[in-house]
């Protein structure tokens, strides 16, 4: 039996996973989309790309790989906006969240979330709000994060009285806290959804024993963790569920290893292994139900190696493999610990330690720590046994380091081991220390209070399969008597319906006949409900036309008042007044870029900052002739920006460019004006507009100057809540700070 053995949760527990199924292969999903028209279901097919891959270790996934996945997800965000279709924009943003989940980056994660969080709370759709928190739930790894979204759900639940979806959710929350290790909120959680699930007739309830027997086990309480499991195999055969069942058995055979009762946990080892093979006959197994073969397959041969019969331990080894070879890591692990077992028990050290070897590598490989740990534990307890106790101190050291990982049975056995080296090396003080914390650890779990307590429990489950035994035997006579009496009463009702089959085919005629007068009339009204329908749809065009329309007017608007400034600027004589007008030229021309952008095929409600800055650059290069003197560099994030922020950030840039050639740069001077917009936490954008000229005098302080150039820059400041400052060092710098809100969902 495996020391601190794994206990595999019933097959049944589905987990809650951010991906909605196996990912589909690459090939065929881009084949698809090559067909696809610009519709949701091409939507559908970006996100199935860009999850295909993002999927599988984190730290195993390449950078180009992830990219092209950002890049598809991004496209699917892009089309579900301009195709206005609410569903696929929330299953676009969440599918960006679930991909910077899985890249780490939380913060970037939760905003996409949130968005759609949003919207069904300001669309009052609180089903939907609480499903985004769950589904959030299940993609973050922080399991502190995952607490707190299903809170947030349970919450919802509650308030809006969603039985279901509450007993669910509080089941789910009291499995993170077993992960989490906070055992006593668990179960009440789990006590809590099963209350509900018994009030409403929920019929899935193994799942909730099987995690209430998982809790009581890790508390050491196996007489409560042995009652939730008979509960479970009651439970199953009322629904029928006979998929559950092996992991039904293989948890109650846990229990019985745990309490040494090795007979009777072989009895219900055997039933999960012969129901695997029987499945497995049909055909192949799933990787899940492969990795549940193979470990009762280890728990079988336990008994094998403790009878000293090898040969019957490595047959069965032989004969499992031959029909399902181990198809995962954890199957490999199991596999190979099994080979190794039986070479250790033959005396066979070069073999046992390579095939434990391999153990070790593989568990590694599944990024499970408790099998990694216990391969540790295997490995020092066979250097131990063949005396090489430098090979088993390295052994030991891991263990020591992660005993708080462990549970009680595991540390009893590292102190047993270590009391063994530090014996053998003679260390007596250190030895003596480490039998005493074996000792105690020893009595703590098997007390003769816990022994009699399941004895008397396992006695009681006899008695009540004995009586239910009995009872179904009555209940088959009893249902004997029922199929006679039921025999004469069919056939009694037989010659009535004849009888009544007639007057049916009469009345039936006479139904038709109505029935024909309502389907026409139906079908009159479905004619008018499909003009309502075209109606609308045309109205909606109108306004998407309309809007479009009067971005285009309002770009033109502009356009002409740029023009006839130019054209007036011809008649002025002063060169002050023709610098005036050009700097008014200027600022209507970027607000112009920003209509013209609106105007633009695919435009959403919010405005790639990045490509306005550039070409409000570009155009204010040209403009002011300053190419070939002054270089413009430019460090601007990507972001999306509402319309509100967008203009009095044009009109600040230009402002502060326009001002910079004036004044930083006299005469032929060359130099650099960089334009820098960057992102910072809690969306907050920072903007830095700053050049390596002259500068300003030190007398002069531009914070507090009221000239016309920096009250328009305090102005613009104001209407997006920014805080300002000029920083006189190396030149002059415009610094701008402000928090800024992402674009809403626009409900149509």
């Not at 799933?286 to 397959?297: K, S």
């Not at 181990?326 to 190794?340: E, R, V």
């Not at 595991?410 to 080296?421: C, G, R």
């Not at 954008?685 to 500068?695: S, T, W, Y």
Request: proline share 2%.
């Amino acid at each position: 039996m495996i020391n601190g053995r794994i206990t595999l949760l019933f097959f049944f527990l589905i987990s809650f996973t951010v991906v909605h199924g196996q990912p589909k292969q690459p090939d065929l999903l881009n084949e698809r989309l090559s067909r696809s028209k610009k519709d949701t279901a091409r939507v559908n097919i970006l996100i199935a790309l860009g999850r295909s891959l993002s999927s599988g270790s984190p730290q195993d996934s390449s950078k180009p790989k992830a990219g092209i996945a950002l890049a598809y997800l991004k496209q699917a965000r892009k089309l579900s906006f301009e195709l206005h279709s609410i569903p696929a924009q929330c299953n676009s943003l969440m599918a960006l969240g679930d991909y910077y989940y899985f890249i780490n980056k939380p913060d970037s994660a939760r905003v996409f979330y949130l968005q759609v969080i949003n919207y069904y709370k300001q669309t009052h759709r609180a089903a939907e709000e609480a499903q985004t928190w769950e589904r959030m739930a299940g993609a973050t790894p922080d399991l502190d994060e995952t607490t707190d979204n299903l809170s947030e759900a349970l919450k919802i639940y509650k308030k809006y009285g969603l039985k279901e979806n509450e007993a669910i959710c509080s089941r789910t929350l009291g499995k993170t806290y077993m992960h989490r290790g906070k055992l006593n909120l668990a179960k009440s959680e789990l006590l809590s959804s099963l209350r509900i699930q018994q009030q409403i007739h929920y019929k899935k309830l193994p799942e909730t024993y099987a995690l209430l027997m998982e809790v009581s086990k890790l508390q050491l309480n196996f007489n409560d963790a042995l009652k939730y499991a008979m509960m479970a195999v009651e439970s199953i055969g009322q629904t029928d569920d006979s998929a559950a069942l092996p992991g039904v058995y293989e948890n109650i055979a846990n229990l019985y290893y745990a309490t040494h009762n090795s007979g009777k946990a072989w009895e219900f080892t055997l039933k999960a292994y012969q129901y695997y093979m029987d499945l497995s006959a049909s055909r192949p197994l799933r990787i899940q139900e492969n990795q549940a073969l193979f470990d009762a397959v280890r728990s079988l041969n336990g008994l094998y190696f403790k009878n000293n019969q090898p040969g019957k331990a490595m047959a069965l080894i032989n004969k499992t493999a031959k029909a399902n070879p181990p198809l995962s890591d954890f199957s490999k692990y199991i596999y190979y610990y099994s080979i190794g077992d039986y070479y250790n028990t033959i005396e066979n050290f070069k073999e046992a330690e390579g095939n434990y070897l391999a153990m070790l590598k593989y568990a590694s490989l599944t990024n499970q720590g408790e099998y990694y740990l216990h391969s540790r534990s295997v490995l020092a307890e066979f250097y131990i046994k063949y005396k090489k106790y430098s090979k088993a101190e390295p052994m030991l050291k891991v263990l020591f380091a992660n005993k708080s990982k462990v549970d009680a049975l595991t540390n009893k056995l590292i102190y047993s081991y270590q009391y063994q080296v530090d014996s053998a090396r003679g260390d007596w003080s250190n030895a003596f220390t480490d039998y005493k914390r074996y000792k105690a650890i020893s009595d703590s779990l098997f007390s003769e209070k816990k022994n009699l307590q399941f004895k008397e429990l396992q006695y009681n489950y006899h008695s009540a399969q004995q009586e239910k035994t009995i009872s179904l035997q009555r209940n088959e006579l009893d249902n004997a008597r029922e199929v006679r009496r039921f025999t004469i009463i069919v056939i009694s009702l037989l010659i009535l319906v004849v009888g009544l089959l007639y007057a049916g085919y009469r009345a039936n005629r006479r139904n038709n006949e109505r029935l024909k007068e309502k389907n026409d009339e139906i079908d009159g009204q479905n004619l008018l409900l499909t003009k309502v329908l075209e109606t609308k749809n045309n109205l909606i065009g109108e306004k998407e036309w309309l809007m479009k329309e009067l971005n285009h007017r309002v770009k033109n608007n502009l356009q002409i008042i740029v023009s006839l400034l130019n054209f007036q600027s011809k008649y002025l004589k002063t060169s002050e007044a023709k610098k005036a007008m050009l700097d008014t030229q200027h600022r209507i021309r970027s607000m112009s870029l920003v209509h013209q952008k609106l105007y633009q095929p695919g435009s959403t409600a919010g405005m790639d900052i990045r490509a306005y800055i550039y070409d409000l650059v570009t155009y204010l290069k040209s403009s002011l002739g300053i190419s070939k003197r002054i270089h413009i560099k430019m460090e601007v994030a990507e972001v999306e920006l509402d319309v509100s922020y967008v203009i009095p950030l044009g009109l600040i840039i230009t402002e502060a460019i326009v001002n910079a050639v004036k004044y930083a740069f006299p005469g032929a001077r060359t130099g650099e004006i960089t334009v820098i917009l960057k992102t910072e936490e809690n969306n907050v954008l920072h903007l830095l507009v700053k050049d390596n000229g002259v500068g300003v005098s030190e007398e002069l302080d531009l914070n507090q100057n009221q000239s016309m150039g920096v009250s328009l820059i305090r102005t613009f400041s104001t209407q997006i809540e920014a805080t300002f400052a000029f920083i006189n060092k190396e030149g002059l710098t415009l610094s701008i700070i402000f928090t800024y809100e992402e674009p809403k969902l626009r409900a149509y």
